[in-house]
């Protein structure tokens, strides 16, 4: 009898412990990175109500919508302190990398050789727009979705309802390669100073006190999929 206890004891601590360290360990999502990039003459809100931004407002509900500093980076090198392309072992795209896992760029802005080939694909927009360059990175990568792809699209557009439009047909067109149930989506307005995390699950609690800076955004998402 005592065996049986005893047994059944050592099978509930086994339970528990493997159960604690699958709370604790990396999350596998997809991530979608999203960066609305201001142009030389950025870009206003039409009038005080605000221009009509139905997906933007959707997500903006679903998700946590953190403050940033002034930007005084570049394009290129604030990609590279949010993500780590240079950085870190424990970087965003370090670890995608290590791990084999797709990763796929677009942007509207030009970005140097140096962080492109980083990337696994990141076409040119061209004529098409960012958007479809991004989908056919994800086709020319045979993204399928049991996959976990680190996706990184810079749009600039030219007014609000540009802006929603293009997340909405962005989100509609990754669907069929990416599960988005178990993808974190980051809406990051470099004019508006503000990054919109949405993902299938959050942290217990937000230890963001102020407004954060490229690196410390990048620490933020790699506590979200706890890297």
């Known amino acids: 009898m005592k065996r049986r206890v005893v047994g059944g004891v050592l099978g509930l601590v086994v339970v528990l412990g493997v159960a604690w360290m699958m709370s604790r360990a990396p999350r596998q999502w997809s991530v979608l990175l999203v960066v609305s990039e201001p142009p030389a003459g950025a870009w206003l809100p039409a009038a005080a109500s605000g221009p009509a931004t139905p997906r933007l407002s ?15 980076l570049a394009l290129s090198e604030w990609l590279t302190e949010v993500i780590g392309a240079s950085g870190p072992s424990r970087s965003v795209l370090s670890i995608w990398q290590q791990r084999g896992w797709p990763t796929v760029g677009a942007s509207a802005v030009g970005v140097p050789s140096a962080l492109r080939a980083r990337f696994q694909e990141f076409p040119e927009p061209g004529s098409s727009g960012v958007v479809d360059a ?64 949405i993902a299938p699950d959050r942290p217990d609690g937000l230890v963001v006190t102020g407004a954060l800076s490229p690196s410390q955004l990048g620490a933020e998402i790699r506590r979200w999929l706890r890297l």
């Open 134 to 197: 991004a989908l056919d990175g994800l086709e020319a990568a045979g993204v399928s979705p049991s996959q976990s792809p680190l996706v990184v699209v810079v749009a600039q557009p030219r007014s609000a309802e540009e802006w929603d439009g293009m997340i909405s047909r962005l989100l509609d067109g990754v669907a069929a390669r990416m599960s988005l149930s178990r993808t974190m989506v980051v809406v990051v307005d470099r004019g508006d100073r503000s990054a919109l995390l």
């Open 58 to 72: 959707k997500l903006g509900g679903a998700g946590v919508r953190l403050p940033l500093v002034a930007p005084s």
